[in-house]
């Protein structure tokens, strides 16, 4: 059985969704302690005990510990299977991050297509979007070779949530090999501000202040009413659609923070994703490492590393004796490697 310390690296829910899910592909005993030790409330709160339950309901694996506040889990795996799958949180609790980093990578290996349906957050912080998912991330895996279909039926914003959508993943049993190391030539700037249960104007003035700030095309930055929704939220996302990789960086709206300070937080994140001239952001940077370690390995280049980056580095080096290498290519440029598992063999 493998211990993992859960102040490890970042210290919060991503070290608990990363161990589960390579305790399953490795076939590999888990006893995870200090659970969340990083944060201000540790222990497992409700959006972490979907993703044990996702995980266990998947494969019919042991598990000990699992409840709200426990800092300690046993996990015991077995074989992962393909099938018809629902999994529902209360509250805005993220199901988009349960389902890429437990779900997806999972049922890739599985025997049989699966069909998931779920119930929860969809776009809340902290978390991807589901439209990050859909038109950043997939895309990249696909490129890899997995199939993958989404189906967005009703938002779910923080913190009402009640947000539901659906997605159909095909096996794949060994994805491909990626490289990207150049954004190739910027072929569309746009952004959107997603408005529901509030006021238009509120939408207007965040693209207003982003397309000032930026130098975007206004024509291109439009506000969006969305409707059916359990509770009001608002999302300013903008998208940078390049040759090789598409980007979104998406600001949260929430009470006492002005439009055009959400504006200005979105801003000055596109500014550093597109003066580093890298084809892949922070947040896409972490998420690509494991897919990318069980198949083929590859390369890209991307933002200086964040803790979450380093920390699932440390986890698949933990597990699966990952060879990696981060290097400092100049100012806010790094390059990533991650080594064909072949190659490890050999």
């Known amino acids: 059985m493998l211990t993992i310390d859960g102040s490890l690296g970042e210290g919060g829910g991503q070290v608990l969704r990363s161990s589960l899910t390579l305790s399953l592909l490795t076939e590999t005993p888990l006893r995870i302690s200090r659970i969340r030790a ?19 309901t998947v494969s019919d694996a042991e598990v000990a510990g699992a409840e709200l506040g426990s800092t300690e889990l046993e996990f015991r795996p077995r074989a992962v299977r393909g099938g018809n799958y629902r999994f529902a949180i209360g509250g805005a609790g993220s199901t988009t991050l349960v389902f890429q980093t437990i779900l997806l990578p999972l049922l890739l290996r599985a025997q049989t297509p699966s069909t998931l349906s779920f119930g929860g957050g969809t776009h809340n912080p902290m978390a991807p979007p589901f439209d990050f998912l859909e038109r950043c991330y997939l895309p990249l895996l696909a490129r890899m070779g997995a199939r993958v279909e989404l189906a967005l039926d009703r938002h779910g914003f923080y913190p009402a949530g009640g947000g539901e959508w659906s997605a159909i993943v095909h096996p794949q049993q060994q994805l491909g090999r990626l490289e990207l190391l150049e954004r190739g030539e910027i072929r569309a700037r746009r952004a959107s501000a997603l408005c529901a249960g509030i006021s238009g104007s509120i939408g207007v003035r965040q693209v207003d202040a982003l397309s000032a700030a930026l130098g975007w095309e206004r024509a ?8 059916g929704t359990h509770g009001p939220g608002n999302a300013l996302i903008a998208t940078i659609e390049s040759e090789h990789v598409t980007e979104q960086i998406t600001g949260f709206g929430e009470r006492g923070l002005s439009s055009e300070l959400i504006a200005a937080g979105v801003s000055e994140q596109v500014q550093r994703y597109l003066a580093a001239n890298v084809p892949v952001g922070e ?8 897919p990318m370690a069980l198949g083929g390995g590859g390369a890209f280049r991307t933002l200086e590393p ?19 290498s981060a290097v400092e290519e100049s100012r806010d440029v790094w390059r990533i490697d991650v080594r064909d598992p072949g190659e490890r063999r050999a």
């Open 38 to 56: 990083g944060r201000a409330r540790p222990g497992l709160m409700r959006q972490h005990l979907l993703a044990v339950e996702a995980a266990s």
């Open 220 to 227: 291109h930055c439009l506000p969006r009413m969305i409707a």
């Open 283 to 290: 947040h896409l940077a972490d998420q690509l490492l494991l």
């Open 306 to 324: 964040s803790l979450h980056t380093t920390t699932q580095l440390e986890l698949l080096k933990l597990f699966i004796g990952a060879q990696t």
